[in-house]
Nanobody, 124 residues
Framework: VQLQASGGGLVQPGGSLRLSCAAS????????MGWFRQAPGKEREWVSC????????WYADSVLGRFTISRDDAKNTTYMQMNSLKPEDTAVYYC??????????????????WGQGTLVTVSS
């Protein structure tokens, strides 16, 4: 099981980025997907997750209305579209998975198989 996040970079406040998380060694079809982030000097925090089926989505209050999670099982990839970025969104972003089913929500502690993160820096 391997996950690789990509798409990070330097962006000005108010800008947008699209993160990708590609899975290898397994198929995402039976996994819920989650995005997490860790800012410098802070603990890792949950950002969003998407269910195995039917695209049920959940977001942290801090990103609700600005970030959109999605998945493309045919490409074995999940995405995070990030709009209206703020300096406080600066962090290393990670994706993770949990094996599951249906439209179930899984709490952050259930997620694992952490891949390498991608750095997002929001600064003018």
């Amino acid at each position: 099981v391997q996950l690789q996040a990509s798409g990070g970079g330097l962006v000005q406040p108010g800008g947008s980025l699209r993160l990708s998380c590609a899975a290898s060694g397994f198929t995402l079809e039976t996994y819920a997907m989650g995005w997490f982030r860790q800012a410098p000097g802070k603990e890792r925090e949950w950002v969003s997750c998407i269910s195995v089926r039917h695209g049920s989505k959940w977001y942290a209050d801090s990103v609700l209305g600005r970030f959109t999670i999605s998945r493309d099982d045919a490409k074995n990839t999940t995405y995070m579209q990030m709009n209206s970025l703020k300096p406080e969104d600066t962090a290393v972003y990670y994706c993770a998975v949990v094996e599951g089913s249906g439209t179930d929500y899984y709490p952050p502690r259930d997620f694992g198989s952490w891949g390498q993160g991608t750095l997002v820096t929001v600064s003018s």
